[in-house]
């Protein structure tokens, strides 16, 4: 919801700088498309552009693909591993990658599906770590007594 937010307030901040009417309409719009995989806000903008361009307005379609492309279209790389990344205690990179690989294999489920699976994968190694470290402790601690003994 809040990638949401922030990509229908930039695709409304451009354009308002663009000069295009229904801002705020525009701009919600954009946030309700996010529930789109793989198009969502892009589909909102990249038609304005086209409408730009049907309008002859060719320094303003340039700017709003432009900005479209590299600004709102990147946002989501930004915030989502910020958001999804906070409540498992992940790694921005492994967030990100999860976040990614979940889609891909589970469609918009895995926005969630997959940061959940990287972090039980990551609790498990950390489990196996300590479990394996206790174990060799305690090898050494009943080991070395019984050395000291046979000699």
Same mark, same amino acid.
């Given at each position: 919801?809040?990638?949401?937010? =922030? ?27 996010? +529930?789109?995989?793989? +198009? ?10 086209? +409408? ?10 340039? @700017? ?9 279209? $990147?946002?989501?790389?930004?915030? $989502?591993? $910020? ?19 979940? @889609?891909?294999?589970?469609? @918009? ?6 940061? +959940? ?25 009943? =080991? ?8």
């Amino acid at each position: 919801m809040v990638v949401g937010l =922030v990509k229908g307030a930039l695709g409304a901040a451009i354009f308002k700088v663009l000069g295009i009417s229904s801002v705020v309409f525009w701009g919600a719009t954009m946030a309700l498309a996010l +529930v789109l995989p793989v +198009v969502g806000a892009a589909l909102i903008w990249a038609l304005a552009a086209l +409408v730009l361009i049907l309008g002859g307005a060719w320094d303003k379609q340039l @700017i709003l693909l432009a900005y479209g492309a590299l600004i709102i279209s $990147r946002s989501n790389n930004i915030i $989502r591993p $910020r958001l999804v990344g906070r409540s498992t205690q992940l790694p921005d990179y492994v967030t990100l990658f999860a976040t990614f690989g979940g @889609i891909t294999s589970f469609g @918009i489920s895995g926005i969630v599906i997959g940061p +959940v699976i990287a972090a039980l994968v990551i609790i498990g190694w950390q489990i196996n770590t300590e479990t394996a470290a206790q174990t060799d402790e305690s090898r050494r601690t009943t =080991v070395a007594p019984a050395r000291e003994n046979a000699s």
